[in-house]
């Protein structure tokens, strides 16, 4: 999971807000994607999510921006690195694969890093 290549496409990790048949259907279409349920994450709070993700060097989908936020700010005016904050309004999960796959086709890693995009960016 962790590694110190550099990457290309962002890597996704799905908080538990999030259906859990998402990470599985963009990995389906070829990206780097788990979900909080696949690697037994489920009951975390939210900032074990959050810090889940940055070790995994993985950009968090969650749909709860408001507790997330927070969490974001603090790496920022700590220069702490994280590897991004995607949110979103609850979709259908069909929807949220689109959204994402045009984030992940638009967006590189690097550009993701330390930073926040809420999904509506990407209709």
Do not use: W
């Not at 609850?90 to 045009?102: A, I, N, S």
């Amino acid at each position: 999971m962790a590694t110190d290549e550099p990457r290309l496409y962002i890597a996704l990790y799905t908080d538990a807000d999030v259906d859990g048949r998402l990470a599985k259907q963009i990995r389906a279409k070829g990206f780097d994607a788990v979900s909080a349920y696949e690697v037994g994450n489920g009951d975390l709070d939210d900032r074990d999510q959050f810090e889940f993700a940055v070790v995994q060097k993985r950009a968090l989908v969650t749909h709860n921006a408001r507790d997330f936020d927070p969490i974001c700010r603090e790496y920022a005016l700590t220069g702490k690195t994280h590897f991004g904050l995607i949110v979103s309004q609850k979709l259908p999960v069909g929807e949220m694969l689109r959204r994402l796959l045009r984030l992940l086709d638009t967006v590189s890693a690097d550009a993701m890093q330390n930073s926040f995009r809420n999904l509506g960016e990407f209709k």
